[in-house]
């Protein structure tokens, strides 16, 4: 099923599986995709954050990689996986990439994050799927 997804900036992502279909102002995409499922966010949608040092200490690897998901992070460096051998599982099984964040274009994977006016961060998405939801 295809999703848009939208923030109070009005720029928008529309979400099929695991790639971005088209990004355009939600308006724009709403016409485009009239029975696409809307999610509107709180805040403002931008691509995610980029992860170069050690993760976040926690009781256990999946813990340290969800760390990094309430902050947004899409991507993650190799070497900052390199301190425990389980953070490598633990990050493949929700989908956390090693490399670069995924820019927000047609065709990218459907990596990015919802960041509130005071930078918390309230959702964030892996290759389509929502990984991240602040309450």
């Known amino acids: 099923m295809l999703t848009i997804h939208t923030g109070t900036n009005h ?7 695991d790639r971005i279909a088209a990004v355009a102002d939600v308006d724009a995409l709403r016409a485009d995709y009239p ?3 809307v999610r509107e966010w709180p805040g403002e949608l931008r691509p995610g954050v980029g992860w170069e040092g050690v993760l976040p200490q926690a009781p256990s690897p999946r813990e340290r990689v969800h760390a990094l998901l309430t902050r947004g992070v899409t991507a993650v460096a190799p ?4 301190d425990d051998p389980g953070l490598g599982p633990a990050a493949a099984r929700v989908g956390l990439p090693v490399g670069s964040p995924a820019p927000l274009h047609a065709d990218s994977r459907a990596d990015f994050a919802v960041f509130a006016p ?8 892996l290759g389509g799927r929502l990984v991240h939801r602040r309450k």
């Open 11 to 17: 720029d928008a992502v529309a979400v099929e599986g």
């Open 35 to 37: 029975d696409a499922r």
């Open 79 to 82: 070497r900052s996986l390199s």
């Open 118 to 125: 005071d930078g918390a961060c309230l959702a964030t998405v």
